[in-house]
């Protein structure tokens, strides 16, 4: 069940018209009163003599009893209480329990207080209702309100129990502000998508991904086509910026801007000011290159490192270092679905958007840790788009592989933590890499079967015995999956490339827990192209022999499972 405070109104009648109106798309069905402070309260919905006007009368009344300079200019409260859709109708003596405890829950109307606030509950679909109520108390005082919010949602997991609803994790207050039904309706009225609200957030934290200054950060707000208005301070000090989408306006034809800190607590200017606090990402001084990328392929390998020192970071790290490294996965999910082909796109940016709830919570990120992930970011970003094929869609399946392991050891820590909704959003998002990874390892790992298969009798019993000899407790799961015959491949690429494929197969196991994975094959193959700086697709163009087209079709599936996860450090 999840609870809604909206924002604030000045009119109570413009509400009450809503709430009994038609709806925007006339999906308002039967409105109608299922609770109100006073048992008497007339129901414009079912009492033919009541108009809309008796109601705004009541509710305003504490409202209208104060001197004019005493009255608050924004009195209108409205929280909105949603159930999931697979509960069960409630009846509307349900609802009206629900409204009386929510309001005395949020402190509109404690229970037993006879001077509370006044208010009102309506009814106009299966699954929810709308409570209005005026913030004037009877006795002319304001109501005590503070953390009115998480109350309501801490009231709300009550209630699921009580009711033998849908269990919902619980929040933290570091969620992304959702879109209001206002919001949704006029973006399905529009034929968006998205509503405004998370299209910005969206656009905006792809603009942040890799971003060195504010200068770049706002040229790439720019570029992606948005509106900005900056807030200036009489020294020339910039205070913070607002985002309006061009063709999302209000009444009155102006642009509908959005604060920066409303789209996502992350996203605010002195937020976003403190990636860049430690200096630019290039400044990294570890293993890996800060040269510019020289294309889609090298920053797409260079990624696969960084998330995969990230990965033993997040399950051997301090909190704090974890938090960063976290927030920084973030970048790189935007940056890749950003610059990822056409096959790939939408599962990534899926991806992306599920992920950017787990990259906050209560446990502050020590930034500069994560320079060499924010460097990653900026690599895939001015690396350009990948085309999809040949090297550089084979190293993207090799990046998204790195990127489910970090992703899912990323659900493990904030499970750990307790950090219910972020765990669960950790989750959702790997279940889209998970398809992502179908997509993009379709052709690439089917260039590889297809070559293991042309690999002699002799040589292929050679990389078996190999195999056997390094991993002996998994050799015979391995060698029954339609993917050895890629893994062949890659291990034959590993001694003519001039490595020891035994030493490099045992390195590739000990360093994560293979036991649980879906394709141990698949796991292999990548890690091995990348220890081995191997091409990550050795045939340029597609394969589209029978053998390769079977294999496609029948072994082809998410490299790592849900609890695979890093072991130990090198």
């Known amino acids: 069940m999840i609870p809604s405070i909206h924002d604030r109104g000045s009119e109570t009648i413009g509400l009450i018209n809503y709430l009994y109106g038609p709806g925007t798309a006339e999906e308002h069905i039967d409105p109608h009163l299922v609770a109100a402070f006073d048992p008497l309260t007339p129901d414009p919905g079912r009492d033919p003599q009541a108009t809309h006007e008796q109601l705004q009368r009541l509710l305003d009344q504490p409202v209208n009893a104060l001197p004019t300079g005493k009255r608050p200019e924004k009195h209108v409260w409205h929280l909105s209480v949603r159930a999931a859709p697979e509960d069960p109708i409630l009846s509307d003596e349900d609802w009206a329990a629900i409204a009386r405890r929510m309001v005395a829950a949020t402190g509109i109307a404690p229970d037993g207080d006879e001077q509370a606030c006044r208010w009102a509950a309506v009814r106009h679909a299966d699954d929810h209702i709308h409570i209005i109520a005026t913030l004037v108390r009877d006795d002319g005082r304001r109501p005590r309100l503070h953390n009115e919010a998480r109350r309501a949602q801490a009231e709300c997991r009550r209630i699921e129990v009580d009711y033998g609803l849908r269990r919902v994790a619980p929040g933290d207050g570091t969620a992304a502000k959702p879109p209001t039904s206002a919001e949704r309706h006029k973006a399905k009225r529009e034929g968006r998508e998205q509503a405004a609200r998370e299209e910005l957030r969206e656009t905006v934290r792809r603009a942040v991904a890799g971003a060195m200054s504010e200068e770049e950060f706002f040229d790439r707000i720019a570029a992606a086509g948005l509106l900005i208005h900056k807030r200036v301070a009489p020294s020339g000090d910039l205070l913070g910026y607002k985002v309006a989408l061009p063709d999302n306006r209000n009444g009155k034809q102006e642009p509908v801007f959005y604060a920066g800190s409303t789209l996502a607590p992350d996203l605010s200017l002195p937020r976003i000011r403190q990636r860049f606090s430690d200096g630019p990402p290039s400044q990294v001084t570890d293993t890996l290159s800060v040269e510019a990328p020289s294309g889609p392929a090298a920053a797409r390998r260079r990624t696969a490192t960084a998330v995969w020192q990230t990965v033993l970071v997040i399950d051997h790290g301090e909190d704090a270092r974890v938090a960063a490294h976290i927030a920084a996965a973030g970048e790189v999910l935007d940056a890749l679905a950003k610059t990822s082909a056409a096959h790939t796109r939408a599962e990534l940016r899926k991806a992306a958007f599920a992920f950017e709830r787990a990259t906050r919570s209560h446990i502050k990120a020590e930034r500069g840790h994560d320079r060499a992930l924010r460097q990653a970011a900026r690599d895939l970003v001015h690396s350009g788009p990948a085309l999809g094929r040949g090297e550089d869609g084979a190293t993207t399946a090799m990046a998204i592989d790195m990127l489910f392991f970090l992703v899912t050891a990323a659900a493990h820590w904030h499970a750990k933590k307790n950090h219910a909704q972020q765990a669960a959003a950790a989750r959702q998002a790997a279940e889209h890499l998970r398809a992502a990874y179908r997509a993009a390892a379709d052709v690439p790992l ?74 141990i094959s698949d796991v292999l193959v990548w890690r091995l192209r990348r220890m081995a700086d191997l091409p990550a697709d050795a045939t340029p163009m597609p394969d589209h022999t029978p053998a390769a087209a079977k294999y496609r079709r029948h072994s082809v599936s998410p490299a790592p499972s849900r609890d695979d996860r890093p072991r130990k450090t090198r």
């Not at 040589?459 to 407790?473: K, N, S, Y």
């Open 446 to 519: 089917g260039v590889l079967y297809q070559r293991g298969r042309l690999l002699s009798q002799p040589l292929r019993q050679q990389q078996a015995a190999c195999l056997r000899a390094a991993v002996p407790e998994l050799a015979e799961q391995i060698l029954a999956e339609p993917g050895w015959h890629a893994l062949a491949a890659t291990l034959a690429d590993t001694t003519s490339a001039g490595h020891d494929p035994a030493a490099l197969l045992a390195e590739a196991v000990e360093r994560r827990e293979l036991g649980t994975a879906d394709s």
